[in-house]
Nanobody
Framework: QVQLVESGGGLVQAGGSLRLSCAAS????????MGWYRQAPGKQRELVAA???????NYADSVKGRFTISRDSAKNTVYLQMNSLKAEDAAVYYC???????????WGQGTQVTVSS
């Protein structure tokens, strides 16, 4: 079992920055990838950024160049640095982890990001 604990959400003005953190605990061995999704009212949940166990990253086109996903040296925590935030970035952000060996998928509780104009 894997537990994902998120922090860093909150209120920020347009053009500002936030950093989200997701700490994984429990049976964290052989996690293949971790990432961030978001869901705004009236919209489907979408992938924001992901990072594999090998360090490869990918981003949604809407955040490319503004957001950066990273991990710590122990590979048990991932971060999402969000710069130049826009009103359309406001959403509930969810941390995600996968362990393909056993077909496991884990989700965090979600954290609200609000952007004021």
């Amino acid at each position: 079992q894997v537990q994902l604990v998120e922090s860093g959400g909150g209120l920020v003005q347009a053009g500002g920055s936030l950093r989200l953190s997701c700490a994984a605990s429990g049976s964290i061995f052989r996690l293949n990838a971790m990432g961030w999704y978001r869901q705004a009212p009236g919209k489907q949940r979408e992938l924001v950024a992901a990072i594999t166990s090998g360090g490869s990253t990918n981003y949604a086109d809407s955040v490319k160049g503004r957001f950066t996903i990273s991990r710590d040296s122990a590979k048990n925590t991932v971060y999402l640095q969000m710069n130049s935030l826009k009103a359309e970035d406001a959403a509930v952000y969810y941390c995600n982890a996968k362990r393909d060996t056993w077909g496991d998928v884990y989700w965090g509780q979600g954290t609200q990001v609000t952007v004021s104009s």
